[in-house]
T-cell receptor, first 114, second 110 residues
């Protein structure tokens, strides 16, 4: 298995632009998570899905952030408009089901907003 | 709410043991985890312990849990340069919302 796939690996954009981050979970996994990692705040859970349904989005910073999971093999995290304070590494992780203890992380997308 | 705290940095000499400590606040935690993050990569689960256990050993890794004090530790025996990474403590309650600590950066000096 290829593991969790994220794209792009690096994104540099100007303030005000729309950014879309993509994630393909491990096949068969039905829980998917989006995290943000910064030096100041560490690793923060933004949102997680179970069976393509958003279960908890309380970590989404504000309305500029939105996430979708149209099917079991694809999810997007969108920031519109982007701001410099959104610069971070964004990780996607997947897990087999709600009872499973292990989350499998993707390599992350490093976002820089100038 | 849940809170997980770790020291930010630990430096050890190659061959020595490393002990990384963590405290958490949620007494209803079911699982406690240690994840490892190497530079430029995502987190990878190293080991985990159920909250009804006191200790778990897995090769060079030993996890100790003091549930009364809400204290978790990870001991790495015979630390190698390849162990240099950031180590995250995390807690969860059996469903998937896991709270991660701030991470401890382990530096192994040759």
């Amino acid at each position: 298995d290829a593991g969790v796939i994220q794209s792009p690996r690096h994104e540099v954009t100007e303030m005000g632009q729309e950014v879309t981050l993509r994630c393909k979970p491990i096949s068969g996994h039905n829980s998917l998570f989006w995290y943000r990692q910064t030096m100041m705040r560490g690793l923060e859970l933004l949102i997680y899905f179970n069976n393509n349904v958003p279960i908890d989005d309380s970590g989404m910073p504000e309305d500029r952030f939105s996430a979708k999971m149209p099917n079991a093999s694809f999810s997007t995290l969108k920031i519109q408009p982007s701001e410099p304070r959104d610069s971070a590494v964004y990780f996607c992780a997947s897990s087999l089901d709600e009872a499973t203890y292990e989350q499998y992380f993707g390599p992350g997308t490093r976002l820089t907003v100038t | 709410g849940e809170d997980v705290e770790q020291s930010l940095f630990l430096s050890v000499r190659e061959g020595d043991s490393s002990v990384i400590n963590c405290t958490y606040t949620d007494s209803s935690s079911t699982y406690l985890y240690w994840y490892k993050q190497e530079p430029g990569a995502g987190l990878q689960l190293l080991t985990y312990i159920f909250s009804n256990m006191d200790m778990k050993q897995d090769q060079r890794l030993t996890v100790l849990l003091n549930k009364k004090d809400k204290h978790l530790s990870l001991r790495i025996a015979d630390t190698q340069t390849g162990d240099s990474a950031i180590y995250f403590c995390a807690e969860g309650r059996g469903y998937q919302k896991v709270t991660f600590g701030t991470g401890t950066k382990l530096q192994v000096i040759p």
